[in-house]
């Protein structure tokens, strides 16, 4: 019942009522903690940011275990400003989703550190997969890959382009763009960003 007046609240563009209820709940669940993370991201204060580290260290590692829970903790810290416990968050992570990534480079990009997103980028290596020639690994590495959606692919490279065209640097832009598989490259999205980007980069 409270998680469902938690999610209304939420609809309704109430969050500091989610978050008022949320304090009642006992041994809230992997949803709800989402749920909150997600309205500390709406809010994104000081105050939202003082529960954040008030109630994270009190939920079970195996929570952060979830990708779910990871991205919203991390997105939450980024737009709250707080990009030290988001990196701190990342670098303790044992599986890195697309998801993972997707958020951490996307705050970066906020809070106006580009060069940090693509040295995050650099880490994901999905060009492993294409450049890999043993079959048993190319089936192992796209079984991989599944386990996150085609949106989470695009949201890495919208990210990565965004933070080129942040940076403006030519030479560093053709190098990464010739990163993206050529699937992506007729996505809308993407082809905005591409303009944008050698808009900005002359």
């Known amino acids: 019942m409270l998680i469902r007046l938690s999610i209304g609240y939420i609809k309704n563009k109430s969050a500091k009522k989610a978050i008022d209820l949320f304090r009642e709940i006992k041994d809230p669940d992997e949803i709800t903690i989402t749920l909150v993370f997600n309205v500390c991201t709406q809010l994104g204060t000081e105050k939202e940011l003082n529960l954040l580290k008030t109630i994270s260290p009190k939920f079970c590692n195996t929570f952060y275990s979830n990708p779910y829970v990871l991205t ?52 994901i290596h999905l060009d492993e997969f294409y450049r890999e020639n043993h079959s048993e690994k190319q089936m192992k590495l796209l079984s991989e890959l599944k386990h996150d959606r085609f949106e989470s692919n695009i949201t890495i490279y919208l990210c990565l382009l965004k933070a080129l065209a942040k940076l403006g640097m030519l030479d560093k832009a053709q190098s990464f763009v010739q990163q993206i598989p050529t699937v992506f490259l007729t996505d809308y999205p993407i082809r905005n960003a591409l303009i944008h980007m050698w808009i900005r980069s002359n």
């Open 72 to 123: 919203s903790l991390i997105d939450a810290f980024m737009k709250c400003g707080d990009v030290t416990s988001a990196k701190s968050l990342f670098d303790k992570s044992t599986k890195k989703t697309l998801l993972v990534y997707g958020a951490m480079m996307t705050g970066l990009i906020v809070n106006d550190q580009e060069d940090e997103a693509i040295a995050i980028f650099n880490e």
